[in-house]
Every structure is written in C-alpha cells, then in structure tokens.
C-alpha cells in the first residue's frame, strides 16, 4: 500500500510523521504521475482555497474524483482537506470543492487562528478517546443520509466517513493520534 499525501502546502509533515509510525510507505503527491502511485491519499489541512486551486490547475483533482468514484482511492481530508473534499461549502471566499462526500461545511466556521484548541473525543471503533486541534476549523452543518458520524464535539459531527472517503474537521496528526490514520488505512 503506497499512501499519498498531498505534499505542497499545509500540515504534510505532521501526516508523515504518523504515517511513519504506522511503517507506511508515502509518496509526496505534487503531480498527476504522482497521484497514480497510490491506492490511499490524504489532503491535509491548509489553506483551502489555495489547495483546490492546485488541485484544478494540475489536474490532480479530476484523477482524485475518477479514482474516488471507481473505487480505486481511498480519501482522507483533514480541516482545509475536509473542505476540499465536501459536497458544498459556504462562508466566505468558499472554494470549488470535489464533491466526493455529502457533507456541507462552513469555512473557519470555529473562529479564527486566536480561537484554535485542543479537544479530547470518543470515535467510533477507538477505544480510548483521542486528542485533536482545532485550527481554524470548518463545521459541518449538514450530513447526508449515506454518511456515518464518527465522532462528534459538543453534540456535532466532526469526524465522518462514507464508502472509503473520510473527512475531518479537526486535526489528530497534530496531536499524533495515530487511531484515525489506522481506520483510514483499512478503508
């Protein structure tokens, strides 16, 4: 299994260095050719509008959605990732997103850089609850039928996954929480 995490802009380091921990082999996705080396991809947290731009531009995008819906790529977007990967994104300055799961989200919907925190949960099919940031964090305001709730925060989704596309608004690799990552894997 090669894992890719989208490796130009954001948190990449934090995801490598769990991804290590776990042993797992990482390619650092900045192109196409890239992208078709993995069976796995993360897009870490950013700046969303930033990282949708690169995705359009390099095409990157439009192989992540072909892969994503022929079963061939799992997905897993993290804060900005999550934004990324979303249904529909309000707030201001929302970006294009690849609608690869049925979710809406607010942009930074949990305040500003000031307002970032740490938070401990429960996460379904964890044991032990994990700790996570909350960095300049989107909220997820609406859930599809097909998607399945996680974990929540104070009585909202956080963390959710439908087929083998998981997004999260909060950030575990921060805090180097590897139980998500390893749920991720086995998607």
């Known amino acids: 299994m090669n894992v890719g995490i989208l490796a130009f802009q954001g948190d990449v380091s934090e995801h490598r260095d769990v991804l290590h ?54 997905v897993f977007g993290t804060c900005a990732g999550a934004i990324v990967i979303s249904n529909e994104v309000t707030g201001k300055n929302a970006p294009d997103p690849l609608k690869l799961i049925d979710i809406t989200i607010d942009r930074n919907a949990y305040g500003t850089q000031k307002d970032s925190f740490i938070a401990e949960l429960d996460v379904t099919a964890i044991e032990k609850r994990i700790s996570v940031a909350f960095i300049r964090a989107p909220r997820i305001t609406r859930v599809g039928s097909a998607v399945e709730i996680i974990s929540k925060y104070q009585g909202e989704a956080v963390i959710v996954r439908s087929g083998r596309i998981m997004a999260s608004t909060c950030h575990p690799e921060v805090c180097g929480e590897e139980g998500i990552h390893r749920m991720f894997l086995g998607m």
């Open 21 to 74: 921990k776990l042993n797992v082999e990482i390619v650092e996705v900045r192109s196409v050719q890239d992208m078709e080396k993995v069976s796995h991809v993360i897009i870490p947290g950013g700046e969303s509008t930033v990282i949708a731009r690169f995705l359009k531009d390099s095409g990157v995008g439009d192989l992540i959605i072909k892969r994503a819906k022929e079963g061939s790529l799992a």
